[in-house]
């Protein structure tokens, strides 16, 4: 069984957020829930200034504090490593989400073909596209996956259920790459397995000095960030998202 | 049986004009929280003021949360009252004993209703709970202790406890005769019955405490592990729900009891020695609390854990210093009035100087001007956008002090009544009780993140208001209409 | 004394429901690594639990409601 891991290279990101849009488009996610979200830090004083950035998946912890709250088993760890969440089961509690220390957690607020950005079904938008629908549902995203059949794809399904980053689980199982991974245009995101020394994991964390979010709170992230150093007091979101459903 | 009853006593099955009014509002407030709940139901959550922490800047867990934590620790009151009475053989409070049960059973079927509409998937909340529920997950305890075992435990005693009046009250011909007759299912209040119900009640009352301690305490496990919320990750957490049920819980039975008190004139049987000795009990309460909340502020803010400090600030001079002091307030101004009447009477209590009429104008005047603010300044939100509103701070504290001059205005009454002391400190206990609920499921979530997302909001929508005071008639209405069913207080000896 | 013995044996089963299906029948304790820490070893283990927890109180409606074993006769009490 491999175990999954990401490397986040904080010294090769350049905070284009190409990942956040290519997980919007490979997901399908409503608006406002950026399942992979990138941090624009801004430190020191003028003209000392330094910034940074730091893409924010979710972490597939380890010791996930979302699996252990869950009441009803939707959020659980796949052997693999990943963290996934049954929206077939999920009751929409949203305790995974206030027990998650990295907020990486979002709900279905409304229906969620509602939410997205262009509403396909609404008469001012079919007068311009000709009634056409882009092909925005990817049937992947419908299927079970794992040993243990599960609905954990894709995001958008179901009003009243959280979802969140999923490593792109239908994408992976097919031996791709999640979708931030394969579109990031600097190479700072990879991918892969950490019992298989060739992976680009394994070959980066052997080279490079890594650490992880919130290392004291005994998570045991799978996202692993070399470069850079973790975010503290002094360093400020060059502009904060705060978008609202 | 040396008991005779000739009409059904305490106001059972007497209806009148005022009693439908009642019922008419409570209905209606009841139906305008369903049709609020019923727009959610269509539209989602997102017709709440809940939003998602981190990006989006919120809270996910809010009123909802806050009040069913609020309503399991009303709960608190019936047990306590029942358990005390058997284990420790207080005679002298028997006349509370079924009100303090009822608003335990009315206060967790609120606590079950406030949760569900937090749910997004509600029904298939009811079903995969039962399906699927985790007992490594602290709502296990919550729904299967909690909601369940506690509640089936209450009705149990309830049920147990109210055979001999039953009884009683089958002899009386009546339209509820048959349902009594079923209740006291063959109860003839013989020696060994008595006996025997003595036993089952006394062991019943041992086998609740613990559940009492286990099932307020998982409420506060909730909160209490989650190492990644500052301010919830606290040892302290799970004894102080238990505490907070309790002020709560006692708090709302002394304004009961003086309801009871006044409606059905019962001035004899509910005495004065059961106030003195209610109040005597949440003023300890109050203070046990008061200290936890200090030891809380104390550890929170002395090492100085960046993210701890940040929150405890926000709590005590930030977007939450209102609803922090005027909580803080509350339970204080409470204390000092339960505590009131216990002042040897040869020293004058000599607050207020000016001429009562005068003050409690003043006072109802800012109460009503702060509530005016707040409304004008935030909306009704929670946790103000920086720099909302024109208004200078020192107007809110202005109105903040009238306010408790108003308070300080009827001492003089709470020193002669020990009564009107125990409702004053009922209500102001209760007020702090749903402020410190607040205070802690709220701010933590908002200001409480690991990652630096930057303070966020909550602020509640009609929706949950109005949701909230469906939630409230509901149990009002529930408590009102058995009360005319069946008497509140056991069917006294002599009658 | 078939009172005593009912409500025995329902106080004793209750709490031996709740034990079994909190460790043995519900989902699994511990540092949830697999998928199998998300479902109960039986279905509606919960229930059970439930059930448990309302047995060993319903004893105490048994130990009130039961008749006097023997039919009416009351033993010296009247």
Known sequence: MPRYAMVVDLDRCMGCRACMEACKVENNTPTAAFWMYVFRFEEGEYPNTYIWFMPRPCMHCDNPPCAKVCPVGARYKREDGLVATDWDRCIGCRYCEVACPYGVNYFNWKEPVRNYYLDWGERDVRRVTNGQTPPYRNPDLDRPYGEEKRRVAGGGRLKGVVEKCTFCVQRVEEGLQPACVANCPAFALHFGDLEDPQSSVSQVLGRKHSWRLLEELGTEPRVYYVGAHPAHPESRQIEEVKARV | MSVQVQRLPYGVGRFQVGFWLFILVLLSVVGWGIYAYSRQLVEGLV??????????????????????VYFVGVSFAGITMAALIRLLRLEELRPVSRMAELLTIVALVLAAFSVLPDLGQPVRGIVNLLRYARPQSPFFGTFTLVISGYLFASLVYFYLDGRRDAALLARIPSPLQGFYRLWAAGYRDTPAERERHHRAAFWLAIAIVPLLVTAHSTLGFVFGIQSGRPGWFSTLQAPAFVVMAGVSGIGLLLVIAAVFRHVLGERERLHEAIFRW?????????????????????????????????????????????????????LVLGLVALLLPYVPSVVPVRVPSFRPAFTRAAGLAAAGAGLLLMIHRHGPRLAPAAGAGPEPEWVGWVLAGLAVVFVLS??????????????????????????????????SQTHGTLLPYGPGSYTPTWVEYSVVAGLFALGTLLYTLFVKVFPIMEVAEEQ | MMRAAWTLLLVVAGFALQAVSYFFLAAPLGVPTGPVYSNPRVPFAPAVFILGVMLVFLAAVVYELLPESGGRTHRGTG
């Open chain 2, 47 to 68: 017709v709440t003021g809940l939003r998602d922490i981190g990006t989006m800047g919120g809270a996910a867990w809010g009123l909802y949360i806050a009040f069913d």
């Open chain 2, 278 to 330: 209610l109040g005597g009990l949440l003023a300890l309460l109050v203070l046990v609390y008061l200290y936890f909340t200090v030891a809380e502020l104390l550890t929170t803010t002395y090492t100085g854990h960046e993210t701890e400090v940040r929150l405890t600030l926000a709590l005590l001079t930030g977007p939450y210093a209102w609803l922090f002091w005027v909580s803080m307030g509350a």
């Open chain 2, 410 to 443: 009827w001492f003089p009454l709470f020193a002669r009544s020990v009564v009107a002391a125990g409702v004053a400190g009922g209500l102001l206990v209760n007020v702090a009780a749903v402020g410190k609920r607040l205070l802690i499921v709220v701010p």
